[in-house]
């Protein structure tokens, strides 16, 4: 009994699979238009176009290009010694202690910040880089100083090409 039930659920699967295909290339072709909506229908169609694929900002890109590679190398040790006693060789301790007289400066100059509500932060950075954000803001005011440049270039290709040709024949009333 088994043996002959296969064939024929074979034989019952066999039109529903050949449709499926038939069902499947009218919507593969209406990748291009949207099909009207049927009223009697409770079926959504939503049609758009598609996108041309995954796109990263290239000026974010660029901002952790440099992040992650700051520039040029610095040669160690500079080109003169710095006569301070954090080194060691013949120069001799030139400052021992604390300089006051730039204590009292500082101090002065946090609280006249202060009195004015603005932040004493960067008052204390030595050697102040530019973050991952300022540096996306510079590469995108590049960027976008890049393409100003290209589109008056053309325009002024595109207008000395027009002062260049000819005016065309005027037609004769003949």
């Not at 949207?34 to 041309?52: A, E, H, L, W």
């Not at 190398?73 to 021992?96: E, I, K, L, Q, S």
């Not at 006051?100 to 030595?126: D, H, I, P, W, Y």
């Not at 880089?129 to 290709?157: F, G, N, S, T, V």
């Amino acid at each position: 009994m088994m043996v002959v039930a296969l064939p024929v659920a074979l034989a019952m699967l066999a039109p529903a699979a050949t449709a499926e295909p038939a069902a499947a290339a009218p919507a593969a072709s209406s990748s291009n238009s949207c099909p009207p909506p049927d009223p009697t229908s409770t079926t959504i169609v939503i049609c758009t176009q598609r996108p041309n694929g995954y796109r990263l900002n290239p000026d974010v890109m660029e901002a952790k290009r440099e992040m992650r590679s700051p520039g040029r190398p610095v040669r160690p040790g500079g080109g003169t010694p710095r006569p301070d006693c954090a080194t060691v060789g013949p120069m001799p301790c030139m400052n021992a202690g604390i300089n006051l007289l730039a204590a009292a400066l500082t101090a002065a100059e946090m609280a006249k910040r202060l009195a004015k509500g603005q932040e004493v932060g960067s008052m204390f950075l030595t050697d102040p880089q530019p973050d991952e954000y300022h540096r996306y803001l510079a590469a995108k005011e590049r960027r976008e100083a890049e393409d100003a440049q290209k589109a008056a270039d053309a325009k002024a290709k595109a207008a000395a090409a027009a002062e260049a040709s000819p005016p065309p024949p005027a037609p004769d009333g003949n």
